[in-house]
């Protein structure tokens, strides 16, 4: 879901380096409304600061957006927002740009 996030909807151009460290990620929190999202944890406390991408996708008949954040060198989150708490993980397949 990351990679395709970032394939799909990048606000800018992607090092490859982040790309390299996905599998490197583990995730420190998650959210609790009970959506998908997730921060991440690679050397201590981390603060997403910088928005890295943004795409759309289905979960059933709803569309929720993903975006992936940084803090300017890493990424640190993956977030999902829709109009309820507690959607499943969207279907990677079903992302899509925005506009």
Sequence with gaps: MLKRTLEVGALESIASALFN???????????ACGCPTVWFARDGETTASHLLAGALANVDETVVEVRVWS???????LEFVGPHAGFSLPDASSLRRVG
């Design 21 to 31: 460290e996905i599998p490197l990620l583990h995730v420190r929190t998650r959210c």
């Design 71 to 77: 803090n300017g060198s890493h990424i640190v989150g």
